[in-house]
């Protein structure tokens, strides 16, 4: 159903369409009652954890993903490198040789920014027979 003739809004709702707009929310700390709608401000914080909207606020340790408030482990902020080759030959992927086999396989290579942890991985994608 729209609203043709301009919508009946009660808040940030409206009561015929139920379409929501960003004004008049009702606030209730941190979260709309009635469109849900978070905002950062008026978190009810339990420990480091919102337990309106479930926004944390953990504050990591210098060099470790820990939290210094609650000692809670937080996930490491990791950048990731992929790179993909052929195992049998050791070049990019789509390099066609003479061998008959060959196995591709993804390297990802991920780095925490804040503790340096390192992560190595090997994933084989496929095995694929090549006719000479
Ligand atoms: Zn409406
Ligand atoms: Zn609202
Ligand atoms: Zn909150
Ligand atoms: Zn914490
Ligand atoms: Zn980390």
Redesign the pocket.
């Known amino acids: 159903m729209f609203c043709f003739f301009g919508h009946a809004w009660d808040g940030c709702k409206c009561t015929k369409c139920y379409k929501t707009r960003d004004k008049q929310h009702a606030w209730d700390g941190c979260i709309c009652l009635k469109c849900g709608k978070t905002r950062d401000e008026q978190h009810e914080w339990d420990g480091c954890i919102c337990c309106k909207c479930g926004k944390d606020r953990h504050k990591l340790k210098p060099g470790?993903?820990e939290c210094e408030i609650c000692g809670e482990k937080v996930p490491?902020?990791l950048d990731v490198e992929e790179s993909t080759v052929d195992e049998v030959t050791g070049q990019g992927w789509d390099y066609l040789s003479n061998y008959t086999s060959h196995e591709i396989a993804t390297y990802r290579y991920s780095r925490?920014r804040?503790?340096?942890?390192e992560l190595d991985e090997r994933i084989v994608e496929r095995s694929f027979e090549v006719r000479p």
């Open positions: 470790i993903c490491h902020s925490c804040h503790c340096g942890y």
